[in-house]
C-alpha cells in the first residue's frame, strides 16, 4: 500500500489487491466487469501479470485500487511470490457450478498467508451465481467457510454484473477501515 501527498485533493492511495482462485472460476471476467463493465465470452488466458487501476472515492479520498489479475498463471499452479508482492487485499474465487474449485480455496488461503500478512483483506467469492441450475456448491457452504477462516463473503456474477461492484468494494473498504486503524 502505497500513501503519498497529492495535489489539490489531498492524500492520494494505492491499494494492491489480488485475485486468486483456480482457472476459469471468472476472475478476468470478474475484474473486466468491475473495471470496464465488460463481459468476455471467450476466454482466452494470456500468460503474465497483468492489472487494472480503478478509482474509488472512499469518504472524499481518492483511492486507487491496481487489481492483479493471475493471467493464466494459476492454471499451472504457478503463481509467483511477486503478484502477491505487496498486497494488501485479496478475491479468492470460486465458480459455484464447480465443487474442486471450492475444494481448492483452502490451499488458495495457504498460498496467500505465506505471502502476505494476516491483515490482508479478504473476501471469499462463489462466482456464477446466475448458473443456479447447475449449482453444485450453496450459499451455505460458502458461508460457512467464509465464517470459519473469517473471511467476507459473496456470491457474484460477472455475467449478469450481480455483486461485482459490491465485492470489490468491501474488499477496498476493509483496506481503507485498516490503514485508517493503523494511522489514528
Ligand atoms: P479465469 O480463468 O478465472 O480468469 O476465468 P475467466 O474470467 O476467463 O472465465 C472462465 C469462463 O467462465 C469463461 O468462459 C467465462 O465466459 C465464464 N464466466 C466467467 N464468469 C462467469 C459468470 O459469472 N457466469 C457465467 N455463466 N459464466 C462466467
Ligand atoms: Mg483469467
Redesign the pocket.
Known amino acids: 500500500m502505497s500513501h503519498e501527498q497529492g495535489g489539490e485533493g489531498g492524500e492520494e492511495y494505492l491499494f494492491k489487491i489480488v485475485l486468486i482462485?483456480?482457472?476459469?472460476?471468472?476472475?478476468?471476467?470478474?475484474l473486466s466487469r468491475f473495471a470496464r463493465n465488460e463481459?468476455?465470452?471467450n476466454?482466452k488466458?494470456t500468460i503474465g501479470v497483468e492489472f487494472q487501476t480503478q478509482v474509488v472515492d472512499i469518504e472524499g479520498k481518492e483511492i486507487k485500487a491496481q487489481i492483479w489479475?493471475t493471467a493464466?498463471q494459476e492454471r499451472f499452479r504457478a503463481v509467483t511470490s511477486a503478484y502477491y508482492r505487496g498486497a494488501v487485499g485479496a478475491l479468492i474465487?470460486y465458480d459455484i457450478t464447480r465443487r474442486m474449485s471450492f475444494d481448492s480455496i483452502k490451499r488458495w488461503l495457504d498460498e496467500l498467508s505465506m505471502h502476505c500478512d494476516t491483515t490482508v483483506a479478504r473476501i471469499l467469492v462463489g462466482?456464477?451465481?446466475?448458473?443456479e441450475d447447475i449449482r453444485e456448491v450453496s450459499v451455505e457452504e460458502g458461508k460457512g467457510l467464509a465464517e470459519e477462516q473469517g473471511l467476507f463473503f459473496m456470491e457474484?456474477?460477472?455475467?449478469d454484473a450481480t455483486n461485482v461492484q459490491t465485492a470489490f468494494e468491501v474488499v477496498i473498504r476493509e483496506i481503507y477501515d485498516n490503514m485508517s486503524k493503523k494511522i489514528l
Open positions: 482462485g483456480d482457472s476459469a472460476v471468472g476472475k478476468s471476467n470478474l463481459f468476455d465470452t476466454s488466458a489479475d493464466g474465487v462466482n456464477k451465481c446466475d448458473l457474484t456474477s460477472a455475467l
